[in-house]
């Protein structure tokens, strides 16, 4: 007697608008399948054209068409940054293992050894990683300064950057260090400006 007062006719509850609401065996599955129903974004590989370098959108500086085409400041910055933090860690981390794996140790320990390398690398490859990064920001920060300001994009300008970037690193060591910085910077800056050109 409970049982039938408490049945309840299903029936009644069925929507009509269940019979149109998709599922995952029709949409997925079964059917066709659709980016756009995954994400709005996901059909447009053929129009992303932020990763095509276009002739219109490398900067229009004279001189400023060589091997590695820019964008413009913000590119050079971002890229030149990235790329010296990168070779920077890599060759401090070359020179750490090679110190770490000839420091004399009290104990013949393999964990020891392991230890000691692990710690010249991360000592080295931080200190040159960080070292090259500075330099390379303020040097771009000079160099789209000096090529803004004088309208063109040449050797003496990456020079003229490189002289004030190495002068700027070691202005507080005294004036020797300072010149002998910016003499070697400007030189490295003149002779990759040259490759740059003629590759």
Known sequence: ???SADKVDYSLLKDDKMDDAPTSGTDLLLGSLDPSKLHPLAGIEDKLDYLLLDDDKTTDLPGA??????????????????????????LGGVW??????????????ARLRINSILNSITRRGTFIGNSAGCLALVYNA???SIDHFRGVHDTYGSMAAGALTGALYK?????KPALAAATVISGAAGIWSYVKRNI
């Not at 068409?65 to 990168?86: N, Q, V």
């Not at 202005?171 to 004036?175: F, H, I, Q, R």
């Open 142 to 144: 000079f160099n789209s």
């Open 96 to 109: 750490g293992l090679r110190e770490g794996a000839r420091k004399p140790l009290a104990v013949s320990n």
């Open 1 to 3: 007697m409970a049982g």
């Open 65 to 90: 068409g060589t091997a590695i085409p820019s964008r413009g400041w913000s590119d050079d910055l971002c890229y030149g940054t990235g790329t010296m933090y990168l070779s920077g860690l890599a």
């Open 171 to 175: 202005s507080t060591a005294g004036v």
